[in-house]
């Protein structure tokens, strides 16, 4: 795949300029392309600047409402409302985390819900906000795409529906588990299609159930992205749970519209839902000592004999801290094919193209 790269700062900066173009108050910009350039440089690049045309099409249906202003409109000591008015999910999920994580110093728990939202980039992100405070964090969200079926079924309704988990544990080291409940992220797919690249075996099928690498399949064709394990012999039923799990906490407990239900994301906003929580570890045992434990814990995976020497064991959140360090260090790549379509839309917004 052919790519150019760019310092995280000019990258995260081209991202501000697209969305401030777009109508977002200064601030939101900035906070959106933060968390935005944050995915791209931990290797998260489903989640990234490859969203921005997804964004402009939604922008431009009015699905999305880039001027919108989040507000908190319930509260109790331990839990929080978020309406985010169809704004644009990243700068309503810090703010819903953030309050979480507020809650929970007061009382030691904290739940926040954002309701009529849209697509908020990376899961993980909010999840940290709650483990660099010394939480024990998570967050899951609902997906504008319909694109799974259940396990045995042949049409689909369900999302990639993702969620998070994380622990403090070594300092700069946490617990960080970011996943999709399918086997592979729509966006992981959009990617291969924006290069001309094929998906790897089990990711997708066909519009007749079918599996296939092609992603055009499921991005163009009517075909479908599987659950996470690929298959029924490969417990996709499992992934297929926690898509349901995920749903009926992030869209449910928001009030907006399941998967399965007609006109889902179709209007007048995308109408999503994210769910956070922050949980002090306090609460039952004395906070450093958890965290130790779960650091000791990371480690005894990381020392476990590895079948390939070349191939070290690793704990969640590692792979993405290696990117992010050699992404730092050498520039955060991106496809030429997506490049070109991203300076299109940056044109037509009138924002300055800056990535060369």
């Not at 007061?106 to 405070?133: N, P, Q, S």
């Not at 010394?134 to 969620?163: E, F, K, N, Y």
């Not at 590692?318 to 990117?323: F, G, L, S, T, Y």
């Amino acid at each position: 795949m052919h790519s150019r790269t760019a310092p995280h700062a000019q990258h995260r900066e081209q991202l501000r300029l697209i969305l401030a173009a777009w109508g977002l108050a200064p601030q939101d910009a900035a906070e959106t392309a933060q968390i935005l350039a944050w995915a791209d440089l931990h290797g998260i690049d489903s989640h990234g600047i490859s969203m921005i045309p997804s964004y402009d099409a939604w922008r431009r249906k009015g699905l999305v409402v880039p001027a919108a202003r989040p507000r908190i409109v319930r509260e109790t000591a331990v839990s929080a409302l978020v309406d985010a008015g169809g704004a644009l999910g990243h700068v309503p999920g810090a703010l819903a985390m953030r309050k979480a994580v507020a809650l929970a110093r007061a009382g030691g728990i904290g739940v926040a819900v954002v309701r009529d939202t849209a697509h908020f980039g990376a899961c993980g992100y909010y999840t940290l906000l709650a483990v660099e405070a010394g939480m024990i964090g998570m967050v899951a969200t609902t997906a504008a795409g319909v694109r799974v079926p259940p396990t045995g079924g042949a049409a689909a309704r369900l999302g990639t529906d993702p969620w998070s988990f994380g622990a403090p544990g070594e300092p700069g080291r946490p617990f960080l588990l970011d996943m999709a409940t399918t086997t592979a992220a729509f966006g992981r797919v959009r990617n291969k299609v924006n290069e001309n690249l094929p998906v790897p075996p089990g990711w997708v099928l066909d519009a007749q159930g079918r599996p296939s690498t092609d992603p055009h399949d499921v991005a163009a064709r009517g075909g479908f992205l599987t659950s996470l394990g690929g298959s029924r012999e490969g417990a996709s039923y499992k992934g297929y749970g926690l898509a349901m799990m995920v749903d009926i906490l992030a869209g449910g407990l928001a009030g907006m519209s399941y998967p399965s239900d007609a006109g889902h994301a179709q209007g007048p906003h995308l109408g999503l839902g994210h769910f956070f929580l922050a949980l002090d570890p306090g609460l039952f045992v004395e906070a450093g000592a958890f965290a130790a434990g779960v650091a000791r814990f990371a480690d005894a995976m990381r020392a476990t004999p590895p079948v390939d020497p070349a191939q070290p064991v690793m704990v969640p959140g590692d792979p993405e801290r290696a990117i992010a360090a050699r992404r730092a260090a050498e520039g955060i790549p991106v496809g030429t094919g997506l490049l070109a379509q991203v300076r299109a839309v940056a044109e037509a917004s009138g924002a300055a193209w800056v990535l060369g």
